[in-house]
């Protein structure tokens, strides 16, 4: 193993390209300290030569190597080529599921600022409990141990929460807080006084790292162990601060926004949410109001009331509450965003909660602080808009949330990652002139992670034969052996949400919801019981392989593991979400593989998408970076899944040249509708619009 250096920068303007580097900090185990100060030339120089002269012998160690490597990057390094271990990711993949970590102390703000101590809500014998019982009768008694008297909030991933949960070390969070405020707000420019503060600072954390490894690696080294991965913990750690270096160079690359376009946007805001509230009011209910002293909308919560009591009928679902309130009147309906939320688990499902999803993004999307001090304040207590996300250099740089979820996928926060956002304004993007950005993905990823780890040979032929969902309803003689796409269209739509709706777990109620939102067509909770039935004899192999993972995963206490040593603890209480990791938590290892690959050849990578990669390319160079790319993501599938039974299919890139507006099947509609608002200011709000709305 290599020496260790923990390291620590501190900056002002992370979307920047130059990051606003202030100072870092560097703390070696054997006991060397460094801090420079980064408001100068000569500062950087001196970094630079510090760190070119560790990268051959050190490791290096810092608590989120996504900002870390973006600040060399900032300093003309490249980041991939220096080994890197992120404290944060190993934090993140200590509480994954396992409520020793992911329960404990917690620095609390606002009117308690201090520790306070959570624990897990679920206990051994709860969770037994839930294995037995299904839909409604599961809700209410999960509803009624949430309920129980206690503190039941999941640590944050924060630096301060993870000393005091694994080291026992109680860091000064109020005086890192004003730390913070000190270094944004100055913005590179700061007395004699707040340089000695600043560089003071940046031992408090660097100081704990070192220890704070060891720590972690013998836990992790354990858990290697008991799944039985053939790869040390520390060969698995250094692989994670590699995807989090890689990250930082898509990031920093940014994606680039049209800044014309942007800011007719923002000037047209009024108009956009005006048209797109009568559009959803039109055709799903009279849900809104405009607010004229603060200029916004605001939901009409009793008609959105009556609106979820309509839903319930009409589509035979539970719609969860909030707590009665302390005169105990009944909780409204949730209309959170949370995971587990009716908004959530309904939204691919039924129209009317997919509009209203998608008119609530859009209301709350491509905002702007009213004032650079709005948004100083708004930053420090973490509610960002879309504009911190864009830099100086018209050049979007989202935070991506590396494995963010317990599959391991990214969870990119949808206030700055265009991609998350309403399809059509992807019509900001707009590459340089002479390139191209483009899109790759895979066909049916996570189709074939289910055939190839399940070694179900018919799901497998059916993949293979290029359309699975038609080749389903061969299987269950559903339709001739000859039938196509177009001869059978309906047949196979069926089939395709059937398949679709399986792959997430979904029982026959949701199951018949989903077929009957996507055929147009009322399908019962019998017929989509049929459905299952048949799904079921077409690929035993398949259900016996979950079958066999959910005994091992519950009755034998055995965690999972994926291809790269990203571990799911034995504390989900979801079977459904434990039996969905391995296919989807594969998926992420495809990407994290891919997009190294990609970079190795000299590709510029823009971002991953759940199942596809964006990356820019010169015109001329276009389709050999296009075959580069394609490779590398079959490539990639090759070392995750094998090729026993063949290879992934990748489809051709979508592609946006200089000038155009990225129209895809989804947004087609929705671009048409608001293309004006990017090419142009309108001088004056329509009155009839804003007359309409106060009048409804």
Known sequence: MKNICAIDFEYCRPSDPDMGLVSVDLCFENGGHESIWLCDAGGKAKAVAIFEALRPDYTLLSFNVLAEASCFIAL?????????????????????????????????????????????????????????????????????????????????????????????????????????????????????????????????????????????????????????????????????????????????????????????????????????????????????????????????????????????????????????????????????????????????????????????????????????????????????????????????????????????????????????QSGWLRGLINPAPGFVIAECDWGSQEAWIAAVLSRDLGMIEGYLSGDPYLSFAKQAEACPQDATKNSHGDIRNLFKATVLGLQYGMGALKLAIKLTADTGKGVSVEEAKVLI???????????????????????????????DGWYLGTDNISLTSVLNFPVQGNGAVMMRQAVDMALEQGINVLCPVHDSLVFQSREENFKRDEGIVKKCMVEASALVLGREFGDIRVGDASVLRHGEFWETEKNSKDLEKYKRYFLTKNETIQGSILERLLKD
Not at 165 to 183: F, Q, S, T, W
Not at 355 to 381: C, D, I, Y
Not at 409 to 416: E, L, W
Not at 541 to 560: H, I, M, N, V
Request: proline share 5%; charged share 25%.
């Open 76 to 420: 003309g390094l490249n980041p991939r080529g220096f080994e890197w271990v992120d404290l944060m990711l190993e934090y993140r993949q200590l509480q994954n599921c396992d409520n020793k970590y992911q329960y404990g102390y917690s620095w609390r703000p606002g009117v308690f600022a201090g520790w306070k101590k959570s624990t897990p809500t679920f206990s051994a014998a709860d969770i037994e409990s839930l294995n037995e019982v299904f839909g409604h009768e599961k809700e209410k008694m999960i509803k009624k141990l949430n309920a129980k008297p206690g503190d039941h909030l999941p640590v944050t991933c924060s630096l301060a929460n993870c000393l005091m949960n694994i080291l026992g070390v109680d860091i000064n969070v109020l005086h890192k807080e004003a730390m913070r405020d000190i270094i944004i707000n100055g913005q590179g420019v700061y007395t004699e006084d707040e340089k000695a503060q600043i560089l003071g600072y940046g031992f408090d954390d660097t100081q704990h790292l070192i220890k704070l490894f060891h720590s972690m690696k013998k836990v992790l080294s354990k858990r290697v162990e008991k799944v039985g991965n053939t790869r040390t913990a520390l060969d698995i750690m250094l692989n994670r601060g590699r995807f989090a270096a890689n990250s930082a160079i898509y990031t920093m690359t940014g994606i680039p926004i049209d800044a014309d376009r942007y800011e007719n946007l923002l000037y047209n805001k009024p108009l956009v949410q005006s048209e797109a509230v009568i559009d959803f009011q039109s055709q799903w209910g009279n849900l809104w109001e405009y607010i004229p002293k603060d200029k916004r909308y605001s939901e009409k919560y009793q008609k959105v009331a009556e609106w979820v009591e309509d839903l319930e009928q009409k589509h035979k679902i539970s719609w969860k509450r909030l707590p009665n309130d302390e005169d105990g009147n009944l909780g409204r309906y949730d209309m959170s965003d949370s995971p587990g939320s009716p908004r959530v688990a309904y939204h691919d499902l039924i129209p009317e909660i997919y509009a209203f999803n998608q008119l609530k993004k859009l209301l709350a999307g491509f905002k702007a602080h009213a004032t650079p001090e709005e948004a100083s304040k708004k930053r420090m207590v973490g509610k960002k808009s879309f504009s911190d996300s864009v830099g100086a250099d018209s050049r979007l740089r989202p935070y991506y949330g590396l494995y963010g979820t317990q599959t391991s996928r990214n969870a990119p926060k949808a206030t700055g990652f265009i991609f998350a």
């Open 533 to 563: 039935g048949l799904h079921k004899k077409a690929y035993p192999e398949y259900y016996a392989w979950k079958e066999s993972l959910g005994e091992r995963y519950r009755e034998c206490g055995l965690p999972l593991s994926l291809n």
